[in-house]
């Protein structure tokens, strides 16, 4: 063979880098990577001493009290429907029934339980 005919020894090490190269992003490409966990929410602040302390509030005929003792549980979780609950029934007893039935609504929303809901 001539020197024409046959591949220097620098093309072919080229050309086997090339396949080789192509063979590991094929690869890559076909092997399943570990999906990236996604953070979670930190849990839900339960405020039971603030809405105990409403209710017992409410228990005592401190109706404006009450409220305010709910709405600081409230602002720990805007969910917490047992606050809601002891907020809106203080707001019945203070006779402002539009904003106990906005409570009453948002408890729906949130999915309160029947015991919670009567």
Same mark, same amino acid.
């Given at each position: 063979?001539?020197?024409?005919?046959?591949?220097?020894?620098?093309?072919?090490?080229?050309?086997?880098?090339?396949?080789?190269? #192509?063979?590991? #992003?094929?690869?890559?490409?076909?092997?399943?990577?570990?999906?990236?966990?996604?953070? /979670?929410?930190?849990?839900?602040?339960?405020?039971?001493?603030?809405?105990? /302390?409403?209710? /017992?509030?409410?228990?005592?005929?401190?109706?404006?009290?009450?409220?305010?003792?709910?709405?600081?549980? #409230?602002?720990?979780?805007?969910?917490?429907?047992?606050?809601?609950?002891?907020?809106?029934?203080?707001?019945?007893? #203070?006779?402002?029934?539009?904003?106990?039935?906005?409570?009453?609504?948002?408890? /729906?929303?949130?999915?309160?339980?029947?015991?919670?809901?009567?």
């Amino acid at each position: 063979m001539t020197k024409a005919q046959k591949p220097s020894l620098t093309s072919t090490a080229r050309l086997l880098a090339t396949g080789m190269a #192509l063979t590991a #992003l094929v690869a890559g490409t076909f092997v399943s990577r570990p999906a990236h966990a996604r953070r /979670q929410p930190p849990p839900a602040v339960i405020p039971t001493e603030e809405t105990k /302390q409403a209710d /017992q509030l409410y228990r005592a005929a401190r109706y404006p009290e009450a409220v305010a003792a709910a709405k600081a549980a #409230l602002n720990k979780n805007e969910r917490y429907t047992p606050a809601m609950l002891v907020m809106a029934k203080a707001y019945y007893k #203070l006779h402002k029934y539009e904003w106990m039935r906005k409570l009453w609504e948002m408890m /729906q929303a949130n999915g309160a339980s029947n015991a919670e809901r009567s």
